[in-house]
């Protein structure tokens, strides 16, 4: 394999329009490989890398207009076959750089664009940098370069579309998370874990029941659960097959973070931020307190209560007595309390008697 400088027109070159950005975006849909160069696929790209905030195409096409292209990061492509006579090149590294620049263009053709004559000349011949070599060699290339910019570099992508990286690299090119860390600059263990969290979420998206529900948004919630061993052991993950083999506690967990729906209405799931998540390792592993968990009357904190109380190691009788008697008056939650019937309020009575009596014993 190797790198050749080519000098290029910017209607030469393909953006890419299964960009590892466009993958957590719900217009993003994918594109077949034979079908890049098709106009409307290119124009439809050209509009996702415009009109999504979190590309602040905006402030890179200004710098652009400022200071013409100045390539001091070269644009990355690979020679893509139109099965005609134009030479054209699909882009590896630089998809936001070109977008600028055929905007701006588009802009000066269309008389709005505020950009001198001698910036606009850089715009127009543009030299990239070519990769040449088998599919094989090619491939490897693209995904180390994109890992090395993206997930270990300067402007990264989010965590979602990392994990979606990674586990490329890890599948389709290296096939062990060491070689993948060396490759990136991460961590093999760190690598592991964001390979176990897009695994355990695509699980859920192939799931029957609960696929719809799945989307990269619960990307963090499973790289949180999977970071505790009591969680992992409870799901039944597994590292050889990277799925979660308990499936009656694989869809209590699916529960626990999608949006519960009655009537049609929609309100928080149990497990709504990363916190909350991180709050399951100490729930999973006690009975009573997951039964509260699971009790859509109860919430996640009398959950997180009675796990602290199942936790405290009680000694003899008494001490058994009491710890198990604090349990049943943590268990109905602090509303609960404040809505007693006649009846629920003389059993209170008597419960405090008997405790009268016992603490004038003690003393």
């Known amino acids: 394999m190797k790198l050749t400088s080519v000098i290029v027109e910017p209607e030469q070159l393909l953006l890419d329009p299964n960009n590892y950005r466009f993958h957590n975006l719900e217009s993003y849909r994918r594109v077949n490989h034979n079908k890049y160069a098709d106009n409307n696929v290119q124009a439809k790209t050209l509009r996702l890398l415009q009109s999504t905030p979190e590309f602040d195409l905006q402030a890179l096409k200004d710098s652009i207009a400022t200071n ?8 990355v492509v690979e020679e893509y076959d139109t099965k005609d006579d134009k030479k054209r090149y699909l882009v590896i590294e630089g998809n936001r750089r070109v977008a600028s620049i055929k905007t701006l263009l588009e ?4 008389g709005s664009a505020p950009i001198s004559d001698d910036k606009l000349d850089t715009l127009k011949i543009i030299e990239v940098v070519e990769i040449e070599g088998s599919q094989d060699e090619r491939a490897t290339f693209r995904h180390t370069l994109m890992a090395i910019r993206h997930v270990s570099g300067v402007r990264q992508w989010g965590s979602y579309q990392q994990a979606k990286l990674i586990a490329e690299l890890y599948e389709k090119v290296y096939g062990e998370f060491g070689k993948v860390a060396k490759s990136i600059g991460l961590k093999a263990r760190d690598v592991g874990r964001r390979y176990r969290a897009i695994k355990a979420l695509e699980q859920m998206e192939n799931d029957d029941e609960y696929g719809e529900s799945a989307s990269p948004k619960l990307y963090a919630v499973f790289d949180e659960a999977l970071a505790s ?3 992992k052991d409870w799901l039944g993950w ?5 799925r979660a083999e308990n499936d009656e506690n694989r869809h209590i967990f699916y529960e626990l973070v999608i949006p519960p729906s ?14 909350d998540v991180r709050k ?15 009790d859509s009357e109860k919430t996640l904190e009398d959950a997180v209560n009675m796990a602290k109380i199942e936790g405290t190691d009680y000694s003899g009788i008494l ?4 710890g198990q008697a604090i349990a049943c008056l943590n268990q109905p939650g602090v509303d609960a309390w404040s809505n007693l019937t006649e009846e629920e309020k003389q059993l209170w009575n008597k ?4 405790v009268d009596k016992i603490k004038t014993i003690i003393q």
């Open 229 to 231: 061993q009591l969680v």
């Open 262 to 275: 009655v009537n049609g209405e929609t309100s928080d799931p149990k497990l709504k931020e990363i916190r």
């Open 280 to 294: 399951l390792r100490d729930i999973v592993d006690k009975p009573r307190a997951m039964s509260i968990l699971l």
């Open 107 to 110: 802009e000066v053709q269309g």
């Open 319 to 322: 001490g058994s007595s009491i």
């Open 238 to 242: 597994s590292d050889k097959t990277y």
């Open 351 to 354: 419960l405090v008697k008997l």
């Open 68 to 75: 013409g292209f100045v390539p001091l990061e070269r644009i």
